[in-house]
């Protein structure tokens, strides 16, 4: 059954709503060889979007490549998967991979294995060490491929942020920079769910990955396309919401769509027929349960200071952190501890920095810090 609001997984067609300006950008971008990275706050719609622009893709001399390195630990880890993925994704028919693999991947021994389940795909694999195959060669691959069948291939990588961990990361995205930007056949669309890691590795000029394509930050879905679809989804179950409740929930949520989406989604199953201050009240605090572990999960083992400086900015206080009020307030420690503190909350991502100061990085994790931690 189609679901009336979707939230924690990528989202697509009926539960997809405008990115209108985006998609066609990012397609113009694909079809024209061009190399993007794609930056947003957690769960905003990156994968939605990458994934929506390949199924509108109608252009058959350009193939996507879709990647996920979530689960890549290492430079090697990553080839594999890069590998299996070029090599099954441009292959139109299961027996053609072999042939793909065998052509422009000497040396392999491939694996393929099925899923128990009719319906799901299959995966291969190729066993690729360092003793069997240089970087070079598989990073070499979808330009190889695209060369060769005479097509455009795009290569997608999600979840990118992970070769920053890998142990010689530098060396990595180095290898991985040369042999990529010298390449004609192929383009890359790079992007993940860690953003202040992201802009570490794309936007610092010493490193390698620094002006490799275009910078694409992915803004909020405006109220106004979000009140309509809100209250499209409730006509769709005949139910019916105001326009002064959805405006409720983009306040709420400070339009994060995925918070957009899982408060609508309460706020109607909380609803018989139209939707009420009682509706409205359950359906809040029924997110907030729904978050609670998370949350407590993410100030485990923070410092007095950390907790502190989490206080103050849930308060509103943005900057001028080592004032005379904010310290009298707050106690944030001597001004030399404080990069400290605020580094740990960043790479926590529980707060971001903006040119004007340091920010929450979650909107509901701020109500929720709130009605617990503050008083
Ligand atoms: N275009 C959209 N229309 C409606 N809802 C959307 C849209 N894009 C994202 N969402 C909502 O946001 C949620 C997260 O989307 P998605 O997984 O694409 O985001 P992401 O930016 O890739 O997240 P992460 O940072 O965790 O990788 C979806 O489950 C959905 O609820
Ligand atoms: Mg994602």
Redesign the pocket.
Known sequence: MEKA???????ENE?????IKETKRLKLNFTNGLNTILI??????????V??VIDTLDNPEIKVVYMDAYDCRSEYDFYNKFAASVIKQTSSKVDQWLENAKEFLVRVSPKISFSPDPTMDYSVSFGITPETHSPEEILSLPELIGAKKNMHIVVCI??FQQIGEFPDSLDVQKRLRSVWQHQRYASYCL???KKHLMTKLFQNKRMPFYQFGEMMY?DK?STEDWVS?IQYRFKSRNKEISEDWCLEICRITDN???Y???LAWNVLAETDKSVGEEEFKAAKEAMLAQCDALFVQQIQGLTTYQMNLLRAICNGVNNEFMSKKVMDTYNLGTKSNFARIKNALIEKELIEERKDGLYLSDPIFKIWFNSNYND
Do not use: A, H
Not at 15 to 19: A, G, K, Y
Not at 40 to 49: A, E, F, H, V, Y
């Open positions: 609001f979707v939230y924690g997984v990528s989202v539960n997809f709503t405008d990115r947003s706050p957690r769960r905003m719609g990156k994968t939605s979007l994934k929506k999600d979840e992007f993940g769910s992915l879905i679809y994060y769509s995925s957009v989406q899982q």
